[in-house]
């Protein structure tokens, strides 16, 4: 797609948005284009963006009512899930809990009024029971793995790093391959109790806090 150019999303042959280019990854990249087609506040409804969904074949999160169109990602970002991935896969074979790549819907419940959806890199679910009959998760992942990249790493490392401590998610990884390090976050009761840095060089290994003995090695997982 050209730097300047705009999409326009249909829906049943009428414009319902439109997707414009934009610099700065915090701000909304929804702007409204039908009359019938409201925002409460400036801020889309978790209704109104299925509805975007529905009628698109993009890829879209929603945190917080801005909705924000998820970019290919490099190949630098997709060594370093892979590598997790594959770590993560082999470890949790015959076990309860279970690890899952993106692209893969996550409901997350910030408010009554606040429902959010996003697209993790990876995550490890232990409540597959809050999955409904379309296969949609609606439950809360105990572990989530984000790999920063450009397009991403303010939503990353600020929006999403509240919305999963505020949703009771109990281990964050953040990824960042351009340092090549791993920030891992430990949430208790929605509070972070504990950042554990892992750095290429100094250590040689990620160590999980909440699953005893999973470690992915840091020689594997940078470029």
């Not at 879209?60 to 594959?86: C, K, M, T, W």
């Not at 232990?126 to 991403?152: F, H, I």
């Not at 100094?202 to 992915?216: M, R």
Request: net charge negative; charged share 30%.
């Amino acid at each position: 797609m050209e730097v300047n150019e705009e999409i326009i999303v249909t829906k049943n042959g009428r414009d319902i948005a439109r997707i414009l280019p934009c610099d700065d990854p915090n701000k909304s990249l929804l702007a409204e284009e039908a009359v019938d087609y409201e925002t409460h506040e400036g801020r889309v409804t978790y209704e109104e963006f299925l509805e975007l969904v529905e009628a698109s074949d993009q890829r879209f999160e929603l945190i917080d009512g801005v909705i924000y169109n998820l970019a290919s990602p490099s190949y630098e970002h997709q060594y370093a899930v892979r590598e997790i991935f594959g770590t993560f896969y082999n470890w949790f074979k015959q076990k309860k809990c279970i690890p899952l790549t993106s692209p893969f819907d996550v409901t997350l419940f910030k408010a009554q009024d606040n429902i959010c959806v996003v697209q993790p890199d990876i995550i490890i679910i232990c409540d597959q029971d809050n999955m409904d009959k379309k296969g949609k998760y609606k439950g809360v992942p105990t572990l989530v793995v984000e790999v920063l990249s450009r397009s991403t790493r303010s939503k990353d490392l600020l929006k999403k790093l509240e919305l999963y401590r505020q949703c009771g998610v109990k281990e964050y990884w953040m990824v960042d391959p351009k340092n090549k390090l791993v920030n891992v976050y430990v949430f208790d009761q929605n509070e972070i109790s504990d950042i554990i840095a892992f750095q290429k060089g100094a250590h040689e290994y990620v160590d999980s806090v909440c699953f005893n003995g999973l470690k992915v090695a840091l020689t594997d997982l940078f470029l």
